[in-house]
């Protein structure tokens, strides 16, 4: 199985600030990985499709990059409606397996 | 604009089965990838399973081998998982999601309690 290794598992960062988090995978994955946003109680939102696609409707201050084993989302500049989980899925090979998560908190 | 209904909570003993469904409108269920989807907090987001329409099979992940039964009903476009043997570990929210995360249904919690 591949692993998805996602880091950190936890920031806080103030209104403004520039966020990324990193996903690893084991072994090359191409660009297949997806990136998602989950509020508490809430339905996964997809962010970020094929490592670097915007999700339509999703604010242009979500980018995602990378190819083969290291990818990244970054929030360029973060707004208090971005505290959230935010995870990675890479969806190149079964089994899909997700990052761990990290929870993007609010100073 | 596909949608993702589930059917309602669920609450079951260690050793019973349950069977959550997942109806599919707007799209062709024949013609996307659909999957299911498990979240607890001890272990997050588990992928059980899933249909891949370029070799038309359905796969499951090693760890539900056996326990798990996905299904998919053209007459009512509905996807379905079935998992039997329940034990308290696997209280969790499932999702049946399509398109490697595009469209998610709203969760189904399945509650195994003695």
């Known amino acids: 199985d591949i692993q998805m290794t996602q880091s950190p598992s936890a920031v806080s960062a103030s209104v403004g600030d520039r966020v990324t988090i990193t996903c690893r995978a084991s072994?090359?994955?191409?660009?297949?990985v997806a990136w998602f946003q989950q509020k508490p109680g809430k339905v996964p939102q997809r962010l970020i499709y094929?490592?670097?696609s915007l999700q339509s409707g999703v604010p242009s201050r979500f980018s995602g990059s990378g190819s083969g084993t290291e990818f990244v989302l970054t929030i360029s500049s973060l707004q208090p409606g971005d505290s959230a989980t935010y995870f990675c899925?890479?969806?190149?090979?079964?089994?899909?397996?997700f990052g761990g998560g990290t929870k993007v908190e609010i100073k | 604009q596909v949608q993702l209904v589930q059917s309602g909570a669920e609450a079951r003993k260690p050793g019973a089965s349950v069977k959550v469904s997942c109806k599919v409108s707007?799209?062709?269920?024949?013609?996307?990838?659909w999957h299911w989807v498990r979240q607890t907090a001890a272990k997050g987001l588990e992928w059980m399973g899933g249909?891949?329409?370029?070799?038309?099979?359905?796969t499951y992940a090693q760890k539900f081998r056996g326990r798990v039964i996905l299904t998919e009903d053209s007459s009512t476009d509905t996807v379905s998982m079935e998992l039997t043997s329940l034990r308290n570990e696997d209280t969790a929210a499932y999702y049946c999601?399509?398109?490697?995360?595009?469209?998610w249904g709203q969760g189904t919690l399945v509650t195994v309690s003695s």
């Open positions: 999601m399509i398109g490697m995360g595009r469209t």
């Open positions: 707007g799209d062709s269920f024949r013609e996307i990838s």
């Open positions: 249909f891949d329409p370029t070799d038309g099979l359905i």
């Open positions: 072994q090359g994955i191409s660009n297949s």
């Open positions: 094929a490592s670097s």
């Open positions: 899925l890479q969806h190149n090979t079964f089994p899909l397996t």
